[in-house]
């Protein structure tokens, strides 16, 4: 079955049998989750754990989380016996800051690109399917996310990425974390609704733009979303 036929084949279908679809059609053996442990990801994982136990979960380590966001991911890690990849930046906080000074400040994009969106490429190498907890409501520039898409890395490497949850909303997210009762991050209770480095994440004053707090509003994304090219099919 085409790529093309798989995607449109999977929008139509009920979450759990589209991941049926999509892994009797790939080698689940190179699939991977990138995890930054928000209740999205979280959903998707407690659904690729019941298929493939062993999923290798890449979180982006930049060293500026919530302590909180450290202290869930260990506590998680080791109570589901994840295969955990803390992916890690060429140059440690300090490093960064002694070169650079504070980019998270005078060049966000910059901060993400050395710290998120370079090591990310790297590690995605020897995947080919790349599972993510992305949703369209989630922001504007999430809008046309499809569930199967197919992306090309800055090395050429084609890959399947695949947002299991592009369709879903907020509450569908939350209905089943409180149905499975799984345990989240304690940020969401203070009032965050998307959670990455501290330095960069405030609390939105618009809840129907859960995103707006992420970089003081200047802008949506880290570029992890962005830097890969759809590919031609």
């Not at 980019?103 to 050395?114: A, E, K, M």
């Not at 599972?131 to 369209?136: E, I, K, N, Q, S």
């Not at 569930?147 to 569908?172: F, M, N, T, Y």
Request: hydrophobic share 35%; charged share 20%; with cysteine.
């Amino acid at each position: 079955m085409e790529l093309e036929q798989i995607s449109q084949t999977l929008e139509s279908l009920p979450l759990e049998q589209a991941l049926e679809t999509l892994l009797s059609a790939s080698d689940r053996r190179k699939a991977c989750l990138t995890c930054s442990f928000q209740a999205e990801d979280m959903v998707v994982l407690h659904l690729l754990r019941q298929e493939i136990p062993e999923i290798p979960v890449l979180f982006l380590d930049t060293g500026y989380h919530f302590a909180q966001t450290y202290e869930y991911r260990d506590r998680i890690a080791q109570e589901w016996q994840l295969h955990l990849v803390n992916v890690l930046p060429q140059q440690t906080v300090a490093q960064q800051e002694s070169q650079f000074g504070v980019l998270y400040q005078s060049d966000p994009t910059q901060c993400c690109q050395l710290r998120k969106v370079e090591p990310l490429m790297q590690s995605l190498e020897p995947y080919e399917i790349w599972f993510t907890g992305l949703r369209r409501e989630q922001s504007p520039s999430r809008k046309n996310l499809k569930i199967l898409e197919q992306h090309r890395l800055p090395s050429g490497k084609a890959l399947w990425k695949v947002s299991l949850l592009a369709d879903w909303s907020w509450k569908q997210v939350w209905n089943y974390v409180g149905a499975h009762q799984l345990s989240y991050l304690p940020q969401y209770d203070e009032g965050y609704l998307s959670i990455g480095c501290q330095p960069c994440t405030t609390i939105p004053d618009d809840p129907n733009h859960p995103r707006s707090g992420r970089w003081g509003g200047k802008k949506l994304e880290c570029g992890i979303h962005t830097f890969s090219e759809k590919a031609e099919r």
